[in-house]
C-alpha cells in the first residue's frame, strides 16, 4: 500500500468539494471529508474518502480542513460549529467565492477560538476541478499557505500568494468577472455562427484555433454543440451568487463595469429557465433570443480538428 501523504478535510462536497476530494485521494492523501448531502457522503466515500459525522468531526481529525460552501449562511454555521468543539489550533482553508465581509467576520470567530483560516478562492470550473486544473488565489498567513503547497498542487496546477487576507477574493471577482463575459461572448459567437448556418462543430473548432479563442469557449463551448448542459459544472442558480457579489464589489469600490452589466439580463433568462443546468446553457437563451433552428448536426472533418494544447509548465 502506497504511503500516505498527509491528513486534509474536507468540508463540502458538491460540485467543487467532491472534486478536491477524490483528487486528493488519488495523489495519496487521507481525505476525512463531510457533506450534509447523504448522496455527496455515499460519492466521496465510493473516491476514497472517509466520511466523519459533522464539519466538527472533520476538524477534529484533521488539521489542515478545506471547506467549499454554497453561501455565507453554511460558512457560519460550520465556523459555529468548529469554534464549539474547542479543538487544538486548526487551518481552515477557505475556498468559496462569498463577500471579503462574510470571510472577515468568519476569520475573526476562528481567530478568537485559535485557529488559522486562509482565504484561498479556486479560478477554475468544476469539469477543470475534476482534471485538476486548477488554480488558487491564497491570501492570509505566508508561512501556512507555504506548507500547505504541496496539498494544494495535489489537486489543482497551481497556487499564488496574493497577500494580506480577503486579497484572494478580490482576485477572484476580478476573474470571475471575466469568466462572466468570455461566458456570455462564446454564445454569442456560437449562436451567430449557427445562425450564419454553420455547423456548431466547426465553429467550436475553428474559433478556438484562431484569434477569439477563450478558456471559456475552450471549456464550455461543448456543451454548446450539443445544446446538452448538464450535469452542470456550474449551475446557473449557484452563479447568481458570484454575479450578486462581484456587482456588489465593483459598487462598493466605485467601478463602473458596462461589460459585465450588460451580460446579467442574460444570466438572469438562464437563472429563471435553466436553474440547475450549467451557465453554457447563456447559449440556449441567445438562441431564443435569435430564433435560431438548429439543423441536424454534421460531421467535423478531421483536417479541422483542433490539436489539444500543450499541457502548461508549472511556475
Given at each position: 500500500m502506497a504511503r500516505r501523504r498527509g491528513?486534509?478535510?474536507?468540508?463540502?462536497?458538491?460540485?467543487m468539494g467532491g472534486a478536491f476530494a477524490r483528487n486528493l485521494a488519488a495523489a495519496g492523501w487521507r481525505v476525512i471529508g463531510f457533506d450534509p448531502l447523504p448522496a455527496k457522503r455515499r460519492a466521496a466515500a465510493k473516491a476514497g474518502v472517509e466520511?466523519?459525522?459533522?464539519?466538527?468531526?472533520?476538524?477534529?481529525?484533521?488539521?489542515d480542513v478545506l471547506?467549499?460552501?454554497?453561501?455565507?449562511?453554511?460558512?457560519?454555521?460550520?465556523?459555529?460549529?468548529?469554534?464549539?468543539?474547542?479543538?487544538?489550533?486548526r487551518v481552515i482553508i477557505e475556498t468559496s467565492t462569498f463577500t471579503v465581509a462574510d470571510k472577515e467576520r468568519a476569520e475573526k470567530r476562528l481567530r478568537k477560538a485559535g485557529?488559522?483560516?486562509?482565504?484561498c478562492t479556486v479560478s477554475g470550473t468544476g469539469a477543470q476541478a475534476a482534471a485538476k486544473d486548477l488554480i488558487f488565489y491564497a491570501s492570509g498567513d505566508a508561512a501556512t499557505i507555504r506548507r500547505l503547497r504541496p496539498m494544494f498542487r495535489a489537486f489543482g496546477r497551481e497556487v499564488y500568494y496574493l497577500g494580506a487576507f480577503g486579497n484572494g477574493s478580490k482576485m477572484k471577482y476580478v476573474a470571475n468577472l471575466l469568466v462572466a463575459i468570455h461566458n456570455v461572448a462564446a454564445a454569442e459567437a456560437m449562436v451567430l455562427g449557427i445562425k450564419a448556418g454553420l455547423d456548431p462543430q466547426l465553429v467550436y473548432e475553428l474559433a478556438n484555433a484562431g484569434a477569439g479563442q477563450n478558456r471559456m469557449f475552450e471549456v464550455r463551448g461543448p456543451m454548446m454543440v450539443r445544446s446538452q448542459y448538464t450535469p452542470a459544472t456550474m449551475k446557473n442558480v449557484v452563479w447568481k451568487k458570484d454575479m450578486d457579489v462581484i456587482g456588489a464589489f465593483a459598487n462598493e469600490i466605485g467601478v463602473k463595469v458596462p461589460v459585465f452589466r450588460a451580460t446579467e439580463p442574460v444570466y438572469r433568462a438562464a437563472i429563471k429557465d435553466h436553474p440547475d443546468e450549467d451557465t453554457a446553457a447563456v447559449c440556449a437563451v441567445l438562441e431564443r433570443m435569435g430564433r435560431?433552428?438548429?439543423?441536424?448536426?454534421a460531421k467535423a472533418?478531421?483536417?479541422?480538428?483542433?490539436?489539444?494544447?500543450?499541457?502548461?509548465?508549472?511556475?
Open positions: 491528513t486534509v478535510g474536507m468540508i463540502g462536497l458538491g460540485i466520511i466523519a459525522t459533522s464539519a466538527a468531526d472533520v476538524a477534529r481529525q484533521a488539521r471547506v467549499s460552501l454554497p453561501g455565507p449562511k453554511a460558512l457560519d454555521m460550520v465556523v459555529r460549529e468548529i469554534v464549539a468543539a474547542k479543538l487544538p489550533p485557529h488559522i483560516m486562509l482565504d435560431v433552428k438548429r439543423g441536424k448536426p472533418r478531421k483536417s479541422t480538428r483542433q490539436k489539444r494544447p500543450a499541457k502548461r509548465p508549472r511556475r
